[in-house]
């Protein structure tokens, strides 16, 4: 748990200069002409922790205009060069190896039939499915499931912790992004490419970088669509209830 | 059909003369007020308020294209216009086009209802219905919806139509411009839904001055009579359904959310269907534990709150934009970085009626002095165009007899003032029976030639 001690000290430190820096910026100057007693709200969006939300606003600023000139750009120039079906192969590809944290972490919350379903679609699709490039076992029937380390940490009690906005990968609290690290570094340290054995950070790169285009290729969700100001908002309460239901199930 | 009750009927003997006699009587009436009874109409959901949430049935629905070839433009406005820092995503105005082979196609604008963005679902539905019957598609936002508001609204506070129909004016001749060279319709048509169907008859009138377009057909679906009306009437949903009103919104969306969830994990094993919300109804309507006025007060609740979040999003950026002090202080600098927990909080407890009376009537007195509340209320309805609604014979308004955001008195008006070019459906609520096969083959029947 190195991880978890280590980002859990360095917010805090960032978090308590930064409290102090914008205190004074706190205040709501005069007084508006509409005003409701406090307590009273059509929908709660300050249930989970944000004691940094200054930092996470500029984050997900940051994140959003990354989104905006960098990230869609290139997903866009992606599809436009890659024929469907490679698409769709290389979906295949990075979706059998998150088949791993998958096995590990319904195994470690006792989870029995996923364990063995998730073993069984990472066997079928690494041999049948040519190294992952075909879902094969999707057409044997054999149902996908998406289980990760903050899930397993939840599964045992461990609280959300404080919202965090992290850099480019979106909305997290802290529990789920030390969850994220545990799971990236388990992936890493099976190597199952032997990517160790000699200088290969050119491909560790591409990899990285390929993993990352797929999955905003099919993520639907785009900044600033839903139509309300209180977008920040209401995705930290959307974050939080998604993941306590997906810890739940 | 009505699947609900296809196993209550039972037969039993009928007098003849009584027949004949409704026979008769069903004869003259039809020749009397044509398409205003419908017999045998088949849309499944006669809870207004449970067909508002849940739509029609995917085995109902009218057929759409796989292929939809929508793009999305951004365009400027106003060129002079300064965008705060906390809206600056909202830099340009954004609107969706799909464009037919042949540039001669006629072509088809489509408003968005209260809230909803130039992609809503709805617009979207729309879209490619008339897409696939060969018209050229332009969709807007409503005046009402967060980009709108910021890029593309003059005063930047929604909801007086006449000001509203002026700026989705500019913004069409714009789009149209964008556009270019690819095309050049033969002829211009209009339509929306909910607020958008009243803006899309305001838009009209404007045109018969300014002739930009002269549409060929224009149609209203299920809109307001009066905007003011219809919005207190949704407004009131919440104080009306959800037990201790607004601040206990909370709750009862928990609530609704744990039903609806315990109703899915009984019924359907499977994956989550678009056809869910439609079996949870059946479920509810046939559940007889539930008292008959507590049966649909879940569904009642979420309009009302849905309509909160809309209207609150529209308030807050209303006010920070036209600084007018309301629940953000003219003072306050909001920046990205801006905590808006408090705020947020605020809008959402404000009903649509008080921005109307606090932030924009007090607006438009300012620049029209000494017209009354009265008459700029009248102005934002039907009323105020009506010899130009009786007159103009390319109009046409589909809407439900049970329709939520209409009074009894709002629906007779309209039936005197379109006579036989108005459609009402017996059941449907608002909107929930608009991609109803049979509302669509009505729908495109009508801007046929």
Redesign the interface.
């Known amino acids: 748990m190195i991880y978890l001690s280590h980002i859990r000290a360095t917010i805090k430190r960032i978090g308590l200069i930064l409290l102090l820096a914008i205190t004074p910026?706190?205040s709501?100057?005069?007084?508006?002409?509409?005003?409701?007693p406090p307590g009273?709200?059509?929908?709660?969006?300050?249930q989970y922790y944000d004691p940094i939300?200054?930092v996470n606003?500029?984050i997900y600023?940051f994140n959003?205009r990354f989104d905006?000139y960098i990230f869609l750009p290139t997903v866009a120039g992606y599809r436009y060069i890659t024929p469907d079906p490679v698409e769709n192969s290389i979906s295949n590809f990075f979706n059998n190896l998150r088949e791993i944290p998958t096995f590990i972490n319904s195994a470690l919350q006792l989870k029995g039939k996923t364990s063995l379903r998730t073993a069984g679609r990472f066997i079928v699709n690494s041999t049948v499915g040519i190294a992952g490039l075909f879902d094969t076992a999707s057409h044997f029937g054999i149902q996908h499931y998406k289980e990760d380390f903050g899930q397993t940490l939840g599964y045992w009690g461990v609280p959300d912790g404080p919202f965090v906005v992290l850099p480019i990968l979106g909305p997290s609290n802290l529990r789920d992004a030390t969850g994220f690290v545990t799971d990236s570094a388990v992936v890493n340290n099976i190597d199952l490419f032997k990517l160790d054995d000699v200088n290969h950070d050119g491909e560790r790169i591409t990899l990285l970088v390929m993993d990352g285009i797929d999955t905003r290729k099919n993520t639907a969700f785009r900044?600033?669509?839903t139509?309300?100001?209180?977008e920040?908002?209401l995705i930290r309460r959307f974050y939080g209830d998604y993941r306590r239901l997906l810890i739940e199930k | 059909m009505r699947i609900t009750h296809a196993y209550s009927w039972k037969p039993r003997r009928v007098n003849p003369i009584a027949i004949t006699y409704f026979a008769v009587i069903s004869l003259l009436a039809c020749l009397i007020i044509p398409k205003q009874v419908m017999a045998d109409y088949g849309y499944p959901i006669e809870q207004a308020f449970a067909a508002t949430v849940a739509g029609t049935p995917q085995a109902l629905k009218a057929p759409l294209p796989e292929k939809y070839p929508a793009t999305e433009h951004a365009i400027t406005v106003f060129e002079d216009r300064e965008i705060p820092d906390?809206?600056?995503?909202?830099d340009k105005f954004h609107f969706t086009a799909a464009l037919q082979k042949n540039k001669n196609a006629p072509l088809i604008f489509i408003i968005a209802g209260t809230?909803?963005?130039h992609h809503s679902p709805k617009n979207t539905t729309l879209g490619k219905l008339f897409y696939q019957q060969g018209f050229h598609i332009i969709a807007l936002s409503s005046p009402t919806?967060?980009?709108f508001i910021v890029t593309a609204s003059e005063s930047q506070l929604p909801g007086y139509l006449p000001d509203d129909a002026n700026d989705l004016y500019r913004a069409m001749k714009l789009a149209l411009t964008e556009l270019g060279d690819k095309v050049e319709p033969s002829a211009f048509h209009i339509t929306g839904y909910s607020l958008g169907g009243i803006h899309a008859a305001f838009i009209a009138a404007l045109d018969k001055k300014e002739q930009s377009f002269n549409f060929k057909k224009v149609m209203m679906i299920n809109p307001p009579v009066q905007l003011y009306s219809s919005v207190d009437r949704l407004d009131k949903l919440?104080d009306n359904y959800i037990p201790g009103g607004?601040?206990n919104?909370?709750e009862f969306?928990n609530g609704v959310v744990n039903k609806l969830s315990r109703i899915y994990q009984k019924t359907d094993k499977v994956k989550f269907s678009p056809d869910f919300l439609y079996k949870a109804y059946q479920v509810i309507d046939t559940d007889k534990s539930i008292k008959p006025e507590d049966k649909f007060r879940g569904a009642a609740g979420l309009i009302g709150?849905s309509f909160?979040?809309?209207a609150?999003?529209m308030l807050?950026?209303s006010d920070?934009l036209a600084k007018k002090?309301?629940?953000?202080?003219?003072?306050?600098e909001l920046t990205?970085?801006?905590?808006?927990?408090?705020y947020?909080?605020?809008?959402?407890?404000?009903p649509f009626t008080?921005y109307v009376d606090?932030m924009l009537i007090p607006h438009l007195q300012g620049s029209n002095p000494g017209v009354s509340r009265k008459t700029l209320i009248h102005n934002a309805s039907l009323n105020s165009i009506e010899p130009f609604l009786k007159s103009a014979t390319n109009i046409a308004v589909v809407t439900n007899e049970d329709d939520i955001i209409l009074s009894p008195a709002e629906l007779n008006y309209m039936k005197s003032v379109f006579g036989p070019r108005i459609t009402i459906y017996p059941n449907g609520g608002h909107l929930g029976n608009m991609d109803y096969k049979e509302n669509v083959e009505h729908m495109l029947a009508f801007f046929k030639d």
């Open positions: 910026c706190l709501h100057g005069d007084e508006p002409r509409y005003n409701i009273i709200e059509l929908m709660t969006t300050t939300e200054p606003r500029y600023r959003a905006r900044y600033f669509e139509g309300t100001p209180f920040y908002e | 906390i809206f600056w995503h909202q809230g909803a963005s919806y967060l980009n919440v607004a601040p919104a909370n969306l709150v909160r979040i809309s609150a999003a807050f950026a920070v002090g309301y629940i953000v202080p003219v003072d306050q990205s970085t801006t905590s808006l927990n408090h947020m909080r605020i809008a959402h407890m404000v008080r606090d």
